[in-house]
């Protein structure tokens, strides 16, 4: 049974940085590109970043870039998003998955960035 296990310090000051990790069990993580999606309150769910297999590849979304740095360790079946001048609108509950996405949703770690 595939299982995602979001994790990370969720609270930090607007400018300052979090990073996010994702464990994942039950599943071969290390061919798949993964990607940190979030979802704020009343929002719908947005892919923010994505990794190829191999980590040689990445990829963010416009409202990220620059600021947030996804990466992963594949022997520990481990994606991790670094964040970076984090801002009030970053705020959400962020979740990893395969890029599609194609297993069972985890509960997400929330992120909350005060002013």
């Known amino acids: 049974q595939v299982q995602l296990v979001e994790a990370g310090v969720g609270w930090v000051q607007s400018g300052g940085s979090l990073r996010l990790s994702c464990a994942a069990s039950?599943?071969?993580?290390?061919?798949?590109?993964m990607a940190w999606y979030r979802q704020a309150p009343g929002k719908q769910r947005e892919m923010v970043a994505t990794?190829?297999?191999?980590?040689?590849?990445?990829n963010y979304s416009d409202s990220v870039k620059g600021r947030l740095t996804i990466s992963r360790a594949s022997a520990k079946r481990t994606v991790y998003l670094q964040m970076n001048s984090l801002k009030p609108e970053d705020p959400a509950v962020y979740y990893c998955n395969s890029a599609r996405p194609t297993w069972p949703w985890g509960q997400g770690t929330q992120v909350t960035v005060s002013s």
């Open positions: 039950g599943v071969i993580v290390s061919l798949t590109t």
């Open positions: 990794i190829t297999s191999n980590g040689q590849l990445t």
